[in-house]
């Protein structure tokens, strides 16, 4: 099955306390990419991937790390957690060239004390 | 820069009327549009796209959307409401040759469909 897949679903940490959240797609997909959303502001994009080695900011990088050193993983690295990272992060992959749709992973709801 | 407004945080409607979920977009050049649906504790699932030609696009679920360049707008419909559509919806722009900056969503809008 054709898939995004995330973990962990659920998080409750503390300020300060370094934290890797993942992201693997069985897809083949080039493109990834990193969501948080925040009642009312949509989805906003933190860091995306066009192939491996190759990452850039989106529009919210600040605090937040990626590495693509495989093709199917992404992971999300938050070295220094703060309150204000409390958020509901998705993880999206979609294949290169063209308008082609995104394929979402289900969720981490991350909790910052 | 690009941009996507849904003006309606939430759109109430009884089952078996129409619904329409609104959305506005601002982009240079001809975008590509979007609508997802998020139902709870679940990702988004592509609904439909616009990409060129024909102004009405279908999608999933029986929901459809019309392009109009001139309002620019991509408002979601459909005919006959159902309680399981109520949802979570989001908008969505890219422009096609903004690769890797992947999608611009809207805030949001909470379909809410009434037996």
């Known amino acids: 099955e054709a898939q995004v897949t995330q973990n962990p679903r659920y998080l409750i940490t503390v300020t300060g306390k370094k934290l890797t959240v993942t992201c693997s797609q069985n897809?083949?997909?080039?493109?990834m990419s990193w969501y948080r959303q925040d009642p009312g502001l949509g989805l906003r994009q933190i860091y995306y991937?066009?192939?491996?080695?190759?990452?850039d900011k989106g529009d919210v990088p600040e605090g937040y790390k990626v590495s693509r050193k495989e093709k199917r993983n992404f992971p999300l690295i938050l070295e220094s957690p703060s309150p204000n990272q409390t958020s509901l992060y998705f993880c999206?992959?979609?294949?290169?060239?063209?308008?082609?749709?995104?394929?979402f992973g289900p969720g981490t709801r991350l909790t910052v004390t | 820069a690009q941009s996507v407004a849904q003006p309606e945080d939430q759109v109430n409607v009884a089952e078996g009327n129409p619904l329409t979920v609104k959305c506005t977009y601002s982009?240079?050049?001809?975008?590509?549009l979007f609508w997802y649906v998020q139902y709870p504790n679940r990702g988004l699932q592509f609904l439909l796209k616009?990409?060129?030609?024909?102004?009405l696009v279908k999608g999933s679920y029986g929901f459809e959307a019309e392009f109009n360049k001139s309002q620019t707008s991509f408002h979601l419909k459909k005919p006959s409401a159902l309680v399981s559509d109520s949802a979570l919806y989001f908008c969505?722009?890219?422009?096609?040759?903004?690769?890797?900056?992947?999608?611009?969503f809207g805030g949001g809008t909470r379909l809410m469909v009434k037996p």
């Open positions: 897809m083949n997909h080039e493109y």
């Open positions: 616009y990409i060129t030609g024909d102004n």
């Open positions: 999206a992959s979609r294949q290169a060239g063209g308008p082609h749709e995104q394929y």
């Open positions: 969505a722009v890219r422009r096609p040759n903004n690769a890797g900056n992947m999608l611009t």
């Open positions: 991937s066009m192939n491996v080695e190759v990452t």
């Open positions: 982009v240079s050049g001809n975008p590509y």
